[in-house]
C-alpha cells in the first residue's frame, strides 16, 4: 500500500463511518466508490472489500445496540441463516460478471439507495411535524380547560344531579357494556367504541420469510453493501419488529450476511489487506464521531446532502462506465 493510497484510505474511512453513525446505515454504499476510483481496485476486488468495511461497521454498530437491549438474536440470527444461501449465490454471480456491467448495475443501486433516504427522511419529518403539532394541540386545550375551570369555580356551581339518577345512569353504563362484550364474545371480533387500535403481530409465514432473507443475502453478496436500507424494512414487516429494535437486529443480519459472503469471495482473488484494514478502521472511528454528531445535526438536512452526493456520484459512475462499455 502506497503513501498516497493510504492518504485516500484516511478521509475516505472516516467520511463512511461519520454517514454510519450519523444516518444509522447507507454510508457503506460509498467504499466501492472509493475503492475503484480513488484506491485503483478493480470492481471485483472493491465490492469484496467493501465486505471488510460493512462487517466492522456492523460489529461496532451491534455492541451499541446489544447494550440498549435493542437486539433480537433468535430472530436477527434466524434471518441471516436464511439468507446465506442468497449471499453465497449473490457473490458467486458477481464475481463472474462483467466489471463495466457490475459497477453499472452498482450505479443503480445508488441511485434507489438516494431516493429511499429522501423518501424516510421526508416521512420522519412529516411525522416529527404531526406530533408537534398534537402537543401544542393538547398544551391548549389543557390551558383552556383550566382557565374554564377557574372561571367556573369564580361563578356559581351547577347544580348537582339527583342520587337515583346517578345510579341508572351508572346501570345503564353497564348494561351497555355488557351487551359489548356478548357480541364481542359472539362474533369473534371486537366491536362498538372499545376496539383495539393496536395492529396485531403479522402471523408467521416462512415461505415469504425465506424469500425475503434470501433476497437481503443476494445484495449483500452481489454488491458488497450491508443492504439495511433493505433489511430493516423487511424485519419490521416480516417479523413485526419495533423499529428501534429492528434497526438493532438488522445489523447482525448483516453481519452474517457479509461474513458469509466475504468467506465465499476469499478464494476468487487475493485483497489488499492493509488497506482494507486501514479503511474499517477509520470508518469504525468515523462511526463514533458520528454517533456524536448525530444529536447536534439536522437530520433532513444531513440525509438529504448525502442523497444528493449518492445521486451525483451514481450518475457519474454510469456515465464513466457506459461510455467503457
Known amino acids: ?13 472516516l467520511l463512511i463511518g461519520l454517514l454510519l453513525g450519523a444516518l444509522g446505515g447507507g454510508g457503506s454504499v460509498l467504499a466501492v466508490p472509493a475503492l475503484v476510483y480513488l484506491m485503483g481496485q478493480s470492481p471485483h476486488e472493491a465490492t469484496a472489500g467493501a465486505l471488510v468495511v460493512v462487517a466492522v461497521g456492523a460489529v461496532s454498530g451491534l455492541l451499541c445496540h446489544a447494550r440498549a437491549g435493542r437486539v433480537r438474536w433468535a430472530a436477527g440470527a434466524t434471518f441471516g441463516a436464511l439468507g446465506t444461501a442468497g449471499s453465497f449465490a449473490g457473490s458467486r ?60 369555580t369564580a361563578k356559581e356551581s351547577p347544580p348537582r344531579a339527583h342520587p337515583a339518577r346517578l345510579r341508572d345512569a351508572v346501570c345503564l353504563r353497564e348494561a351497555t357494556r355488557l351487551r359489548q362484550a356478548v357480541r364481542r364474545s359472539s362474533s369473534g371480533r371486537p366491536t362498538g367504541p372499545h376496539i383495539s387500535r393496536t395492529s396485531p403481530a403479522p402471523r408467521p409465514r416462512p415461505l415469504r420469510t425465506i424469500v425475503t432473507a434470501s433476497a437481503v ?3 449483500t453478496g452481489f454488491f458488497g453493501v450491508g443492504g439495511g436500507f433493505v433489511v430493516v424494512p423487511a424485519l419490521t414487516l416480516v417479523l413485526g419488529l419495533e423499529m428501534p429494535i429492528a ?48 444529536g447536534h445535526l439536522r437530520p433532513r438536512t444531513l440525509t438529504t446532502s448525502f442523497a444528493a452526493l449518492v445521486a451525483v456520484l451514481a ?8 461510455t467503457g462499455l
Open 1 to 13: 500500500m502506497s503513501v498516497l493510497i493510504a492518504a485516500a484510505a484516511l478521509p475516505c474511512g
Open 93 to 152: 454471480w458477481s464475481a463472474a460478471l462483467d466489471p463495466g456491467v457490475l459497477m453499472a448495475a452498482f450505479s443503480v443501486l445508488m441511485l434507489v439507495v438516494a431516493a429511499g433516504m429522501v423518501t424516510r427522511g421526508t416521512r420522519k419529518s412529516e411525522r416529527a411535524d404531526a406530533e408537534a403539532g398534537s402537543e401544542n394541540r393538547s398544551e391548549n386545550a389543557s390551558k383552556n380547560r383550566s382557565e374554564n375551570g377557574s372561571e367556573t
Open 217 to 219: 443475502g443476494l445484495l
Open 247 to 294: 434497526v438493532g437486529t438488522s445489523l447482525l443480519v448483516i453481519l452474517i450476511n457479509s461474513g458469509v459472503a466475504l468467506a465465499t469471495r476469499a478464494g476468487t482473488g487475493s485483497l489488499d489487506w492493509p488497506l482494507l484494514a486501514t479503511l474499517a478502521a477509520c470508518a469504525a472511528v468515523g462511526s463514533h464521531l458520528g454517533n456524536r454528531l448525530a
Open 315 to 322: 450518475l457519474a459512475m454510469a456515465a464513466t462506465t457506459l
